[in-house]
């Protein structure tokens, strides 16, 4: 009797605390999802274990929600919380809603727009939303373009004593004189006592706002703090920028979510990088905090400590995801960490309070750029553990060989393009590979921790991009100058585009004039950010460009002012992967994995394949995996779940082998992070399938559970 006493509380243990009775700490609830990530650790983990190994074959569609608000290129990047008997979602046109987490039946919608005068501009993207409650006061917070709004729980309807009627403007109390800009807060924050940590998403042009950190009162949505990650005269940090230009220095913000020590009052954010992202001729110097991991006082914003994982980034490599808060046993004694994944491939790991790394981090020498104005840092981080989890760099074995026609094909691709160091710098003088790619290694859907076996799970994407740089000349048509500034990045410097991503502005003429294309160009549309922060006078020179107009009846002054802002010296021609004719990555596979790494002792324990291309496997050839965006969730029934793959479906791995031992076709592809939670004793594992990027669109909600 004893010992069935005894056994029924290590389980107990197990399921709400993730924990073995060999670790002393327990401190977290695996049995809920309240938050993004499931808790504040960001574990994406489940202390549930009714659904297993054994069983997980049989799982069905328990529910599908169908918000019917899908368009061409729309996406759902959510992963929703569960607070009850409740789940709360946001749809492909950024309505909140809330259902009955056990059959999918809506509740309540909160359409934002309607409180923002009608109007359906670009609202960006939403990853998540966050839940505070103090006693029958239960409110859940969303955001929408530049907006952040408090909702009743019960109701959906705006709590109106917060901020103005029920939201704050983020453009406001950023501490900088400017006016105008692009801020979109697509990441949730993270609620510590009467405060919500919120970062934001900005331009990565030289038209970009400093991208500080603030926490508003969840009350009153008055702002409590801020962090200036671009430092002030005066701050720590500030020595390492360009004094001359850093008051037009933007970025450096967390878009990827941050997550929360709730015991120490510690939160952990991390950052992107400062802006122009590919040449840095006006921010010379290390550059902190971009492309930093900052662990902050939540009480009152102070840094603790700091580790930059990119020194002076001319890659785009921000820090993609919130980093796991981990419990780790190294040489006997137990540690409490934070792991942060990168698109480099890597995963560093600090102690929590000190900052200190848990393997030594390494400076390694890299090659220097030879753009003019230009001075990148010598050395970058490397850290001797954990293991990569992916290959670094792309040598001619990698280049794709699966046929003569693509082997060809790349190769061709491949002239003037330099390639085989992972810190290649971008140059005029020829292309360069970037591998890992811009959008990894890791990326936004963040990584799992099993705290049982102190396993982290992490996908990847194995996609190489070329980058090209251009010199900026002084161009005679103010427009194509403007063009360059804002577009060019995404649609290329000759306006081709790159499918399916970006599409051509070429013959736009064809089908917009220049009202209908002003408005576009002003309110976004899909996946295009709206661009209302340029002045009229530049969005007419645009719109004339772009429709091979001339501009007329412009005030010279007008036409001084647009001359006379900063402009990077270089520019990237445009996001472009290195790609087949027909579409496939242009390295040899795996182009898509999950991996599982031993965090006590840093080695890759596996790694699968994580997807596939169904044609090619009805070629005979083996699974390759898929580019894959959205993260992995595991379980205490010892698996993995994790859809994010262009395959359109959902697969469960044995968390300790790797083996698939589900998978499950989903209306859309699921771009997002699982949630798995219980009611009434019943097992549910949700995912959002909106698709886009390069797959259909959709605008599902997808729930599974055992018959």
Not at 194 to 207: A, H, N, Q
Not at 466 to 486: R, S, T
Not at 524 to 551: C, N, Q, T, W
Not at 623 to 648: H, R, S
Request: net charge negative; glycine share 10%; charged share 25%.
């Amino acid at each position: 009797m004893h010992r069935i006493s005894l056994f029924l509380l290590s389980t107990s243990l197990t399921i709400l605390f993730g924990c073995s009775p060999k670790d002393p700490h327990p401190t977290q609830d695996y049995s809920q999802w309240r938050t993004f990530g499931g808790t504040y650790d960001a574990a994406r983990y489940s202390g549930l274990s009714h659904i297993s190994k054994d069983n997980v074959k049989d799982l069905e569609v328990a529910w599908v929600y169908n918000k019917g608000d899908a368009t061409e290129r729309s996406q759902i990047q959510t992963q929703p919380i569960v607070i009850g008997d409740m789940l709360y979602g946001v749809s492909p046109q950024m309505n909140v809603f809330a259902l009955r987490a056990d059959t999918g039946k809506p509740v309540w919608r909160f359409n934002p727009f309607q409180m923002l005068g009608g109007e359906n501009s670009w609202a960006g993207l939403n990853r998540g939303l966050a839940y505070w409650e103090d006693g029958n006061d239960k409110r859940i917070f969303s955001s929408a373009s530049n907006y952040l709004f408090a909702l009743d729980a019960d109701t959906g309807q705006p709590i109106v004593d917060f901020g103005e009627n029920g939201m704050v403007d983020l453009k406001k109390d950023l501490d900088t004189e400017w006016e105008d800009f692009l801020l979109v807060s697509n990441s949730p924050g993270v609620i510590y006592k009467d405060k919500i940590i919120i970062g934001m998403r900005l331009s990565e042009g030289l038209d970009a706002a400093p991208g500080h950190i603030r926490a508003y009162n969840v009350k009153t949505g008055k702002r409590e703090w801020i962090f200036h990650t671009i430092p002030h005269p005066g701050e720590f940090g500030y020595e390492t920028w360009d004094p001359e230009y850093l008051e037009k220095i933007g970025g450096a913000n967390n878009w990827a979510g941050m997550s929360l020590d709730v015991e120490r009052g510690i939160v952990f954010v991390p950052t992107g990088s400062a802006t122009y992202d590919f040449w840095g001729g006006y921010r010379h110097g290390e550059n902190l905090f971009a492309n930093t991991l900052l662990a902050l006082d939540a009480e009152t914003g102070e840094r603790i400590w700091h580790f930059q994982g990119v020194h002076h980034d001319i890659w785009d490599r921000d820090f993609p995801a919130n980093p796991n808060l981990i419990r780790i046993k190294k040489d006997g004694k137990w540690i409490d960490a934070v792991a942060q994944t990168s698109k480099q491939g890597y995963v560093f790991v600090l102690d929590r309070e000190t900052g200190e790394p848990i393997w030594p981090i390494e400076e390694k020498a890299v090659p220097q750029s030879t753009l003019e104005g230009e001075k990148s840092w010598p050395t970058q981080p490397h850290p001797t553990l954990p293991e990569p989890f992916m290959r670094m760099a792309y040598t001619d074995e990698l280049i794709l060989n699966l046929t003569e026609e693509w082997e060809k094909d790349i190769r061709s691709k491949l002239e003037n393009v330099k390639y085989g160091h992972m810190w290649e710098p971008p140059s005029d003088q020829h292309g360069i590979v970037l591998f890992p790619g811009m959008d990894g290694g890791a990326e936004w859907g963040g990584s799992s921790f099993d705290p049982l076996t102190q396993t982290l799970y992490v996908n990847a994407n194995e996609m190489p991009w070329i980058i090209n740089m251009k010199a900026n000349p002084e161009f005679d048509n103010l427009g194509q100058k403007v063009y360059v500034n804002y577009c060019a990045n995404c649609h290329g410097i000759d306006r081709k585009g790159n499918l399916p991503a970006f599409p051509s502005l070429m013959n736009l003429e064809k089908n917009y004039n220049n009202e209908s294309l002003d408005a576009l160009i002003k309110n976004g549309k899909g996946a295009m950010p709206a661009f209302s922060h340029i002045a009229k006078e530049e969005r007419d020179m645009l719109v004339a460009y772009l429709l091979d107009k001339k501009v007329v009846g412009q005030d010279k002054k007008e036409l001084e002012v647009v001359k006379e802002q900063l402009y990077p010296r270089y520019y990237m021609e445009g996001y472009s992967r290195l790609l087949t004719d027909d579409g496939y990555p242009g390295i040899n596979p795996p182009w898509g994995t999950l991996t599982a790494i031993d965090m006590n002792s840093g080695k890759v324990k596996w790694q699968s394949v994580l997807g596939e291309f169904e044609e090619l496997s009805a070629r005979g050839i083996s699974p390759t995996g898929t580019e894959n965006y959205g993260g992995p969730v595991t379980t205490a029934g010892g698996l993995v779940f994790i859809a994010a793959t262009k395959d359109e479906k959902i697969r469960a791995f044995d968390k300790d082998t790797g083996k698939v031992l589900w998978e499950a076709k989903l209306p859309a592809a699921g771009h997002a992070t699982p949630a798995v939670y219980e009611i009434k004793g019943k097992q549910y594992v949700v995912i959002a399938c909106g698709g886009g990027k390069g797959t259909k669109s959709g605008d599902a909600y997808v729930a599974f559970a055992l018959p």
